[in-house]
């Protein structure tokens, strides 16, 4: 391939850029969204696809979690809480990877993703619940004070069940490289009543950490197209130093509503990339 083949695709470069922002912004993969446009709109080959998605997501990762930590708004201890069984769950996801055929798993998720979709959706038009102070009175209290003198104050609970959660969203992220971060994210939102810039900034910084677990295992059943790869990368660059700006400004209520309707639009995604692939 030529270098005036490579310039041709220049614009993967800012499209790459409003993907990643996006994405980082609401706790979402970002290899729902690469992988299909690598496969539909460059034409090429599944393998390809893959591969340039999940290098150019950790990329994205990485520079978001970056900006997220230096604004101080990762919760560390359910982070450490969410990666003791997604990581394993992920890895063992990569290995099962090469034995299951992919297409009805990724159709079952997309379905899931537009059912979680519809409980953000639901609950961003209620009025706040009884506080959690008053709900979980016994669980351990979480506070965090980003850079900017915000403050964020909740209760640890359900850990359980977000240990379980986040053991499914990693073996999903192990087979089909999406997963952990929705699941993360609305269980933090919607259950663990965690605020949304605290949640999405866990969220990325988990499915950052579990990436480098596996990026590596598929990328032995998966080839990278690098004509791609140098306008992508640096394009999820330049989106990850907006994502953590733009979250900061939604408010929580509008935050949910985004990400649900985001959901709908990526479940439609990979049920359509299926059905039609």
Request: positive net charge; contains cysteine; glycine residues 8%.
């Amino acid at each position: 391939m030529s270098w005036a083949d490579v310039l041709q695709i220049w614009w993967i470069l800012p499209a790459s850029a409003c993907i990643s922002a996006a994405a980082i912004a609401c706790g979402i993969s970002g290899a729902l969204f690469f992988s299909p446009l690598f496969l539909l709109a460059l034409g090429l080959e599944p393998a390809e696809a893959i591969g340039a998605g999940l290098i150019t997501q950790l990329f994205g990762t990485s520079f978001g979690t970056i900006n997220y930590v230096r604004q101080k708004v990762v919760d560390y201890t359910t982070a450490k809480l969410l990666l003791i069984p997604a990581v394993p769950a992920a890895i063992a996801g990569s290995f099962l990877a090469r034995y299951i055929a992919p297409n009805a798993l990724q159709i079952t998720f997309g379905v899931a993703l537009i059912a979680l979709a519809s409980i953000l959706i639901y609950n961003s038009t209620r009025k706040s619940q009884i506080a959690e102070e008053t709900t979980y009175p016994d669980a351990e209290k979480i506070v965090i004070r980003a850079k900017d003198g915000a403050v964020f104050t909740y209760r640890s609970h359900m850990k359980r069940v977000s240990s379980a959660l986040a053991a499914v969203g990693g073996l999903l992220t192990g087979l089909i490289s999406a997963g952990l971060p929705e699941i993360t994210t609305t269980n933090l939102i919607i259950w663990r009543k965690v605020p949304p810039r605290v949640a999405v900034a866990t969220a990325i910084f988990v499915v950052m950490i579990t990436g480098l677990f596996i990026v590596g295992i598929h990328a032995l059943n998966a080839k990278s197209a690098w004509n791609v790869i140098v306008w992508s990368v640096p394009g999820v660059m330049i989106g990850a130093q907006f994502g953590p700006r733009i979250q900061k400004k939604i408010p929580p209520n509008t935050s949910k509503l985004v990400l649900g309707i985001l959901f709908v639009m990526v479940g439609l995604l990979v049920i359509l990339t299926r059905v039609l692939g």
